[in-house]
């Protein structure tokens, strides 16, 4: 009966999170697989359909803020659809051990960079 309450949750805070820029669409792929026992190519797959409602929800916010660049938006869509479709394509081709290695190093670097970061000063 309430099978169904761990999944909404961890979907619930990884949304919130992703609404502040924090990353949950990586924090979901860590819980899908450690704890919800999913492959890796499996939460990928998740994961991907979970950005898609998360980022619609989000453009209107974006939009208000003045915070999209028109010009760079049909680009960014057309190298990030071609982008998701080669790395796609080449996970599907890669063994799991190697693939959750490779999501780890990702993982890692993402994380020492923000944490070893200089925030350089917005213009006024």
């Known amino acids: 009966m309430t099978a169904w309450l761990l999944p909404f949750l961890a979907g619930t805070v990884t949304g919130i999170l992703s609404a502040f820029g924090i990353g949950g669409g990586s924090l979901l792929l860590i ?30 916010a974006h939009k208000k803020n003045g915070l999209l660049e028109k010009k760079v938006i049909l680009p960014a869509i057309l190298a990030g659809l071609v982008a998701a479709a080669c790395t796609a394509l080449l996970a599907n081709r890669l063994e799991t051990h190697l693939l959750r290695k490779l999501f780890g190093v990702f993982l890692l670097y993402i994380g020492l960079r ?4 200089k925030d350089k000063k917005e213009p006024h």
């Open 31 to 60: 819980y899908l697989t450690a704890f919800a026992g999913m492959t890796q190519h499996q939460a990928q797959g998740i994961n991907l359909l979970y950005f898609l409602p998360a980022a619609a929800a989000a453009l209107p």
């Open 114 to 117: 923000e944490l070893f970061r």
